[in-house]
């Protein structure tokens, strides 16, 4: 019998197949057991068709990874014996951690394992844009050669231009690193960190307004809860330069895509590079993919070999960790932590959760 129980939602057929983000190899657990097993952890499936199932299935268990089904706060409610509810992506959006708080339960992330990939992905977009890469392809395509070059001459060079990143953390550090060298003033608007730690970057704290107002290329970079959900809408969208672009590699919902459909159709941005959208997979017949200013990936910023591995096993340590009664490194609701029994191991403090 194992020591531990940790309760995950049995994969559906589309996430075996890899037809839902993030779950290749769904029902193969054997990274999260690298750290289970030593502990004497066992990760039971769970084959719940509803919430209520669930939690019948699930109510003893030592903890949840949050896989596969949201983690409601009847969920929660309903979790007798659980110690830790463990998500294996940067977002926490599949639990509601306010109710795990009330319940003293830890959510965790893995906030650090894929931060290069997503900030070389933010730049990928950016230089993409800038270049008119489907206009380029565009015009060859139509044989339309000598074109392109009067074409790219009307827009001006990269260098001097002002980047804006809402948000200013790690993958936001992480663009600024590799902006300036192409010649950016890089702007920053994030209430919840220093203007020392953004100014000892070389990067300029603003406010929301004066971010958009001076911004040649908006990037957005928070996590999504209700403060951020559709940050980007009719009014920020109207605030920028007609010449800007915008960019999300970061949390879909924070933009309002009915209002940055009419801003690029109005012409009241240049343009828009996306990985991530307000629902997901997107709509084939949405009009962001017809638009020839608007460069679109899908949701595979942080997609590299590493991704699965390492961010699984992560979660598995996370889980690991608490399991044995210490804390996570990464609690996104890290005031549970303080008058619980857990023993507080770390040798330096903890950063921000999800948007670290």
Same mark, same amino acid.
């Given at each position: 019998?194992?020591?531990?129980?940790?309760?995950?939602?049995?994969?559906?057929?589309?996430?075996?197949?890899?037809?839902?983000?993030?779950?290749?190899?769904?029902?193969?657990?054997?990274?999260? #057991?690298?750290?289970?097993?030593?502990?004497?952890?066992?990760?039971?499936?769970?084959?719940?068709?509803?919430?209520?199932?669930?939690?019948?299935?699930?109510?003893?268990?030592?903890?949840?990874?949050?896989?596969?089904?949201?983690?409601?706060? #009847?969920?929660?409610?309903?979790?007798?014996?659980?110690?830790?509810?463990?998500?294996?992506?940067?977002?926490?959006?599949?639990?509601?951690?306010?109710?795990?708080?009330?319940?003293?339960?830890?959510?965790?992330?893995?906030?650090?394992?894929?931060? #290069?990939?997503?900030?070389?992905?933010?730049?990928?977009?950016?230089?993409?844009?800038?270049?008119?890469?489907?206009?380029?392809?565009?015009?060859?395509?139509?044989?339309?050669?000598?074109?392109?070059?009067?074409?790219?001459?009307?827009?001006?060079?990269?260098?001097?231009?002002?980047?804006?990143?809402?948000?200013?953390?790690?993958?936001?550090?992480?663009?600024?690193?590799?902006?300036?060298?192409?010649?950016?003033?890089?702007?920053?608007?994030?209430?919840?960190?220093?203007?020392?730690?953004?100014?000892?970057?070389?990067?300029?704290?603003?406010?929301?307004?004066?971010?958009?107002?001076?911004?040649?290329?908006?990037?957005?970079?928070?996590?999504?809860?209700?403060?951020?959900?559709?940050?980007?809408?009719?009014?920020?969208?109207?605030?920028?330069?007609?010449?800007?672009?915008?960019?999300?590699?970061?949390?879909?919902?924070?933009?309002?895509?009915?209002?940055?459909?009419?801003?690029?159709?109005?012409?009241?941005?240049?343009?828009?590079?996306?990985?991530?959208?307000?629902?997901?997979?997107?709509?084939?017949?949405?009009?962001?993919?017809?638009?020839?200013?608007?460069?679109?990936?899908?949701?595979?910023?942080?997609?590299?070999?590493?991704?699965?591995?390492?961010?699984?096993?992560?979660?598995?340590?996370?889980?690991?960790?608490?399991?044995?009664?210490?804390?996570?490194?990464?609690?996104?609701?890290?005031?549970?932590?303080?008058?619980?029994?857990?023993?507080?191991?770390?040798?330096?403090?903890?950063?921000?959760?999800?948007?670290?």
């Amino acid at each position: 019998m194992p020591k531990f129980t940790v309760a995950v939602q049995k994969p559906q057929e589309t996430e075996l197949m890899g037809g839902a983000s993030f779950n290749l190899n769904a029902d193969d657990y054997s990274f999260e #057991e690298e750290y289970l097993t030593p502990v004497g952890a066992s990760i039971v499936e769970i084959p719940a068709e509803s919430d209520a199932e669930f939690i019948e299935l699930a109510k003893d268990a030592d903890a949840v990874i949050a896989r596969g089904r949201n983690i409601t706060a #009847e969920i929660i409610a309903g979790l007798n014996n659980c110690k830790i509810i463990g998500c294996g992506s940067v977002g926490t959006d599949r639990v509601d951690v306010e109710a795990a708080t009330e319940h003293g339960i830890p959510v965790t992330n893995v906030p650090d394992v894929f931060i #290069e990939e997503v900030a070389d992905h933010t730049m990928t977009l950016l230089l993409a844009i800038h270049r008119h890469l489907y206009e380029m392809r565009d015009l060859m395509q139509a044989g339309r050669w000598t074109d392109s070059h009067p074409y790219l001459r009307s827009f001006p060079r990269l260098f001097g231009q002002t980047l804006g990143l809402i948000a200013f953390g790690n993958v936001a550090r992480a663009v600024a690193r590799r902006a300036k060298p192409f010649g950016f003033h890089i702007l920053a608007y994030d209430p919840y960190v220093s203007e020392i730690e953004m100014t000892s970057m070389g990067v300029e704290p603003v406010s929301f307004s004066e971010l958009l107002m001076r911004s040649d290329f908006v990037s957005n970079h928070g996590p999504l809860n209700e403060e951020t959900r559709k940050i980007m809408s009719t009014e920020q969208f109207a605030m920028m330069k007609n010449s800007a672009m915008f960019i999300n590699a970061g949390r879909g919902p924070s933009q309002d895509e009915a209002a940055l459909i009419e801003a690029l159709e109005k012409g009241e941005i240049a343009g828009a590079a996306l990985d991530v959208f307000e629902n997901e997979p997107i709509d084939v017949e949405n009009p962001l993919l017809r638009m020839d200013n608007v460069i679109v990936t899908p949701h595979v910023a942080s997609a590299t070999a590493r991704f699965l591995p390492e961010t699984r096993r992560r979660l598995g340590q996370e889980i690991a960790l608490v399991l044995q009664g210490k804390w996570p490194r990464s609690a996104v609701n890290p005031q549970v932590l303080q008058n619980s029994p857990l023993e507080r191991w770390q040798p330096q403090p903890m950063q921000r959760g999800p948007n670290h």
